[in-house]
C-alpha cells in the first residue's frame, strides 16, 4: 500500500468519529461520488446493520459494494428513499453542483453528511491541484476532475440557499502536505 493511500484510509476512519453518532441502527444511506468506495467499506465495517449504496458516474470501486451509476443528472431514486446521503469531496468536482445538492436533498430523509477542502489564503492554486492530481492518482481515482475552488463562505451560503440547516460543523484534521482546510458538515432539510 503506497503511503497517500493509508493516509487516506486514517483519515476516513477518523473523520467517521465525528458524524457517526448521526447514523442509525438500519439506516439506509447513499454515498454520492463514492469513487474507489473506501468510505462506503468502511462505515459498513462499522455499522453492520446499515447498507449502503454507492452513486457515480462512473464505477471507479477498488471494493465491493453496491453502486448505481447514473448520468450525472436525476438520480435513479425515488424522493426520499435514504436516511442519510454522504458528499465526501464531491462538490468541487461537479459542473452543475446545484443540481446535485438539489437531488441529495430530494432523495434524503434525514441527513446530508458534506465533507469538502478549502485553499488557505496563502495556497497557489496550481500547486494544490497537482497535489490532489497526485492524491487521486495514489488511491486509484483519474486526474481529470473538474474543479471548482470553493470558498468556505461560498460553500456555506449554497447551503443556506437550500434552507439547509446545520446540525454540525467540525473542522478536520488534515494529514496532507496541502494548504487547505477540511470540514465536516452535517445538514438537514
Ligand atoms: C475526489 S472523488 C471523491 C470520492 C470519494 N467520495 C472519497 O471520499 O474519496 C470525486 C467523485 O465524484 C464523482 N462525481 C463527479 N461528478 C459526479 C456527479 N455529477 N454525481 C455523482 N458523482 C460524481 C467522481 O466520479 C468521483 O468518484
Known amino acids: 500500500m503506497n503511503s497517500i493511500l ?20 438500519k439506516d439506509k444511506i447513499l454515498d454520492i461520488g463514492t469513487g474507489s468506495g473506501y468510505t462506503a467499506q468502511y462505515i459498513k465495517s462499522q455499522k453492520k446493520d446499515i447498507e449502503i449504496h454507492g452513486l457515480d ?6 471494493v465491493d ?8 443528472k436525476k438520480f435513479p431514486f425515488s424522493d426520499i428513499l435514504y436516511d442519510d446521503s454522504l458528499l465526501f469531496y464531491v462538490i468541487h468536482h461537479v459542473r452543475d453542483y446545484k443540481k446535485l445538492l438539489e437531488e441529495t436533498i430530494r432523495v434524503t430523509k434525514r441527513n446530508i453528511i458534506v465533507i469538502e ?3 488557505m489564503p496563502e495556497a497557489e492554486y496550481k500547486i494544490e491541484l497537482e497535489k490532489e492530481k497526485r492524491t487521486l492518482k495514489a488511491i486509484g481515482l483519474p486526474t481529470s476532475f473538474y474543479q471548482h ?8 451560503d449554497l447551503f443556506l440557499s437550500f434552507s439547509l440547516k446545520l446540525r454540525l460543523i467540525q473542522k478536520l484534521d488534515s494529514q496532507t ?4 482546510e477540511k470540514y465536516l458538515y452535517v445538514l438537514t432539510k
Open 117 to 119: 477542502e478549502f485553499n
Open 65 to 72: 459494494i453496491p453502486i448505481f451509476i447514473y448520468d450525472g
Open 177 to 180: 502536505d496541502k494548504k487547505i
Open 149 to 156: 475552488n470553493f470558498k468556505k463562505e461560498e460553500l456555506e
Open 57 to 62: 458516474i462512473f464505477n471507479l470501486l477498488k
Open 6 to 25: 493509508a493516509r487516506v484510509l486514517n483519515e476516513i476512519a477518523l473523520h467517521y468519529s465525528f458524524y457517526s453518532d448521526f447514523l442509525k441502527k
